[in-house]
């Protein structure tokens, strides 16, 4: 099966613009995440959608950033307009169902965006 | 607020050496515990995971991990670790029960192995 792909691999904007980063989850998985990772920090969880509902968007960072999965198949997230504090490694990560119930979670290889 | 700490940021190993890399996380409640590793170039993937039963869990690769409930710890192990073990490794909770969906990882340990 293919797997998490994330498009694109690399960004590189000013401070001010707008950057839209893109998700396909496995086909078939209704659960899919958004991550970041800030310069060799943690890697954060922004947000859990389940098929098109948000279902916890508690470390979304602040309203400059704006996830959509409509059709609750692949998934945007926008950041506009980017500030420096940005930057990072943004991952997405797909699951049939909820991690805690012990479906596996599955990642992508990620979108590093720096903001200059 | 939850939180995982991985005490080491950057091991280095000569290959046969055994590994055992730190973490903690603090939630008194019911956890699942995880191991994620991400080799240069790849995705994040599962290495082991627990959430009930014997706390000593055996993963893929040869490495292990035990989770002590009374020190909030569920460290890493190899016995033996290879080139091919170079990767950063990240422990990850989801405190509560089987409805949670939120899981937190820890800031990684970069693990280098010398030929």
């Known amino acids: 099966e293919a797997g998490v792909t994330q498009f694109p691999s690399h960004s590189v904007i000013e401070k001010g613009q707008t950057v839209t980063l893109r998700c396909d989850p496995i086909?078939?998985?209704?659960?899919l995440y958004w991550y970041r990772r800030v310069m060799g920090k943690e890697i954060k969880f922004l947000l859990h959608?389940?098929?098109?509902?948000?279902?916890?968007e508690s470390g979304m960072p602040n309203n400059r950033f704006l996830a959509e999965r409509t059709g609750g198949t692949y998934s945007t997230l926008k950041v506009q307009p980017a500030e420096l504090e940005d930057s990072g490694v943004y991952f997405c990560?797909?699951?049939?169902?909820?991690?805690?119930?012990?479906?596996?979670?599955?990642f992508g290889n990620g979108t590093r965006l720096t903001v200059t | 607020a939850q939180s995982v700490s991985q005490h080491n940021h950057h091991v280095i190993l000569s290959e046969a050496a055994s590994l055992e890399l730190g973490c903690n996380y603090s939630?008194?409640?019911?956890?699942?515990l995880f191991w994620y590793v991400q080799y240069p170039g790849q995705h994040l993937q599962l290495l082991l995971k627990?959430?009930?039963?014997?706390?000593l869990v055996k993963g893929i690769k040869g490495f292990e991990a035990e989770f002590i409930k009374s020190k909030f710890s569920f460290n890493l192990r190899k016995p033996s670790v290879q080139w091919s073990d170079t990767a950063e490794y990240f422990c990850?909770?989801?405190?509560?029960?089987?409805?949670?969906?939120?899981?937190?990882f820890g800031s990684g340990t970069r693990l280098s192995i010398r030929p």
């Open positions: 990560a797909s699951s049939q169902a909820r991690p805690g119930s012990g479906s596996p979670l599955h």
């Open positions: 086909s078939g998985h209704d659960n």
């Open positions: 959608f389940v098929k098109e509902s948000k279902q916890d």
């Open positions: 939630y008194g409640g019911t956890v699942n």
């Open positions: 627990y959430f009930s039963g014997d706390p």
């Open positions: 990850a909770v989801i405190p509560g029960y089987s409805s949670a969906s939120k899981i937190i």
